[in-house]
């Protein structure tokens, strides 16, 4: 089966479903929450395949329904990750082995499954677990999730057929061969997306590495069914090793073991931080100096322009800072407008977010649903306090919060005088947007101020219909933010149409979902071979 040469076709994007009202997938996934939400799961730690009950028991809750146990998790700690890193080293010798072509049919094999089998499954976990809404838990769990493994049978493809060049002569072969890096991979995953839980395996193993995957507490039911549904299309047992538990324990084990060969990170600025100063510890410990990729914060704009279509910019303010309630680390969270459209744009913006239904994921209404746990409540509610207390700044729509059933904050703006009032400045990962009303001859100066504020650089956009303005501030901008839109919210990337990823304090910008990332996980070896070797150590130029 390995004599051929054979390339995965380019693949599409999986086409998202509308959930209208009367629509066959409406029906299925009302009856597929309805029944997930009236079982509890048992989530186990699973190492080399097998499933390991620690006894250490923790819950997993829905943040729409905080006293609504949705499934029990055994913790892993130091004792699991040590024998999951042993396994995983295990496991490697065979699967690197395996033919790339053999690895991606196992990743089209799980793409399948999520499109068809398991869709709503995936759907209503994301949904229950991490309380998004069923247009936001489509576009992730199924259809990203799918992009991502399709798009990465397709991107290896375009990977290993590359080799290098041949002399005229004839006189040797050169070839490149694509090792997996030698040991075993950490991945961290976030609870907002699901598809990134699986991204950051999917990308690893399909290039024939091994994963200790470290999943979010709070997205642990849409990462089971995804460990699930991985080993069900044939994934070889400790290939990828699945601990929920502290980061802290899991982490510290596996950055001191000598085998640590990389890091796949998605998450805060302050962790990936903490691991990469964790990681220059340890670096005389290692075989290999590891690869390091990872996605962080994001302070991430909205900027205007005077001849901006002001109807098309309330809609991407709205939606980019409130959609997932502004979960996503490229939620729009701080605005740029100018004074002269500033009042009939206010107007909009107050009547459409004080008219957004804020509520429950399982009534279909709510645009706007719980963030995700209390912690996270408490931290969005001190930036909103703050704001209310401030003298330069006001709320000018929302404000309140609501944690007696489920962790709920209103949507709010925040008009404020001061370009570096700290909601301007901080990450805060929810639904509050701030924004600074400038002078319109101001243009440039506060372009200025807007790439020099924020420490992130993830993503941002420009509205305007003059050509000018928006070369203007593609030119100025252009290291503010990895993903930059003209005319249209920063969030919802499409997978190989808009590259994910920031740099500064957003992380390493190796774009998911491209060759960019793959190849990070792969340590090339050139061959030479030499079909007509020399037999004297002498040169034409020294005869006489």
């Not at 209103?410 to 909601?423: A, H």
Request: proline content about 5%; overall charge positive.
């Amino acid at each position: 089966m390995n004599n051929g040469i054979f390339c995965f076709p380019k693949p599409r994007n999986e086409p998202t479903k509308n959930y209208a009202p009367g629509s066959v997938e409406r029906k299925l996934m009302r009856k597929k929450l309805s029944r997930q939400e009236k079982i509890k799961v048992e989530i186990p730690v699973i190492i080399g395949g097998k499933e390991v009950r620690t006894g250490k028991i923790r819950e997993v809750t829905m943040p729409c329904d905080h006293g609504h146990v949705l499934a029990i998790y055994h913790e892993a700690g130091p004792k699991e990750t040590e024998l999951a890193i042993k396994e995983a080293l295990l496991a490697k010798k065979e699967w690197e082995s395996l033919h790339w072509t053999e690895r991606c049919a196992v990743m089209l094999k799980v793409a399948e499954l999520i499109s068809n089998k398991y869709r709503y499954l995936l759907n209503a976990a994301t949904m229950l677990g991490q309380a998004k809404n069923v247009h936001q838990a489509e576009i992730d769990a199924a259809c990203e999730s799918i992009d991502f493994l399709r798009f990465g049978a397709y991107q290896a493809s375009y990977i290993y057929q590359w080799q290098p060049l041949q002399p005229h002569e004839y006189d040797c072969v050169n070839k490149m061969e694509y090792r997996p890096l030698e040991g075993f991979v950490l991945t961290i995953s976030p609870f907002n997306f699901t598809a990134i839980a699986l991204s950051l395996n999917s990308s690893v193993i399909t290039m024939g590495n091994t994963t200790i995957w470290k999943p979010a507490r709070t997205s642990l039911l849409s990462s089971y069914y995804l460990m699930k549904i991985f080993e069900e299309a044939g994934l070889p047992p400790g290939v990828i090793n699945f601990l929920p538990g502290p980061g802290s324990e899991i982490s510290e084990v596996a950055l001191r073991n000598t085998n640590f060969a990389g890091l796949h990170f998605t998450g805060s600025t302050d962790t990936f931080n903490t691991l990469w100063k964790k990681l220059g510890e340890n670096i005389s410990k290692y075989k290999n100096y590891p690869r390091i990729v990872g996605e962080t914060g994001g302070k991430d704009f909205i900027f205007a322009h005077y001849s901006a279509d002001i109807h098309a910019l309330a809609t991407a303010l709205v939606r980019g800072a409130f959609e997932y309630q502004g979960q996503k680390c490229s939620a729009a969270s701080r605005a740029y407008i100018p004074k002269s459209i500033w009042k009939k744009l206010r107007e909009i913006l107050v009547d459409w977010t004080k008219n957004l239904s804020v509520g429950d994921v399982r009534d279909f209404k709510n645009f706007v649903n719980a963030v995700i746990d209390e912690a996270s409540y408490k931290k969005i509610m001190g930036y909103i306090e703050k704001a209310k207390t401030s003298p330069n700044a006001k709320i000018i729509v929302g404000g309140n919060g609501d944690k007696r059933t489920g962790y709920y904050v209103e949507p709010t703006i925040i008009e404020t005088n001061d370009p570096n009032f700290l909601t301007m400045n901080e990450e805060i990962f929810g639904p509050v947007l701030t924004i600074f009303v400038y002078e319109d001859e101001r243009f440039e100066e506060t372009l200025t101020l807007c790439d020099s504020t924020s420490s992130y650089g993830l993503t941002g956009s420009i509205f305007a219909k003059d050509r000018k303005a928006i070369e203007k501030a593609a030119k100025i901008l252009r290291y503010a933010a990895g993903n930059f839109y003209i005319n249209d919210k920063p969030t919802g990337a499409v997978v190989c149409q808009q590259p994910f990823g920031g740099a500064r304090a957003s992380g390493t910008n190796d774009k998911a979902g491209t060759y960019l990332n793959l190849i990070r996980w792969i340590s090339p070896r050139t061959i030479k071979e030499n079909l007509n070797p020399p037999t004297h150590w002498s040169y034409p130029f020294l005869e006489k």
